[in-house]
């Protein structure tokens, strides 16, 4: 009878364990696939922080660019310079950023020293000096046989003629504007 009790316990107990393993190799692919889950999400969030990071390093070099412009034409306009975009197309790859955060020239030296130099090297790029002498300026001409437009006569209807004449006075007011004349 100890034996039958032993033998009966050895068949419980190995169909317990085999009831176990069994169990086991159930949970084991859910608990597999909960771990490739997990993977997942972890390396789509850790590359979804890594294309934030580079956007924001991305962004931070944007406005560091912007920044360092805008500073550059501002000391521009600052030096009397009328073409500034003329003048800041020259200068910006001769200006950086210094480990300080200051904007510093090649050589060093500051922003302010650099472009004062560089304009007054330049003086093409400030506004042009009234001509003449003694306070006399040289006037406008008009060409010969030039009819000034009244503008209270433009008005529908007008002919063919009159409305060419409005037409060429209006060019040439425009141009000179332009022109700055």
């Known amino acids: 009878m100890a034996e039958e009790q032993n033998d009966i ?3 419980v107990q190995s169909v317990i364990e085999e009831f176990v393993k069994s169990e086991q190799r159930k949970v ?4 597999k696939t909960e771990l490739m889950e997990e993977r997942k999400r972890r390396e789509s969030l850790e590359q979804r922080v890594n294309e934030l990071v580079a956007e924001n390093q991305r962004t931070r070099a944007q406005a560091e660019e912007t920044e360092r412009s805008a500073a ?3 000391e521009l306009q600052r030096l009397g310079v009328s073409k500034v975009d003329l003048a800041y197309k020259a200068v910006k790859d001769d200006i950086y950023r210094s480990e300080d955060g200051r904007l510093l020239a090649q050589g060093g030296s500051e922003i302010r020293d650099y472009l004062t130099h560089f304009v007054t090297e ?3 790029l400030l506004p042009a000096r009234l001509t003449g002498g003694s306070g006399a300026s040289a006037g406008q001409r008009t060409a010969q046989g030039e009819v000034k437009v009244d503008m209270d006569r433009i008005r529908p209807g007008m002919s063919a003629e009159e409305m060419e004449r409005v037409r060429q006075e209006i060019a040439r007011v425009a141009s000179q504007t332009l022109r700055g004349v």
């Open 72 to 74: 550059i034409r501002a």
């Open 122 to 124: 330049n003086p093409e």
């Open 9 to 11: 316990r050895s068949i």
């Open 28 to 31: 084991e692919p859910a608990y």
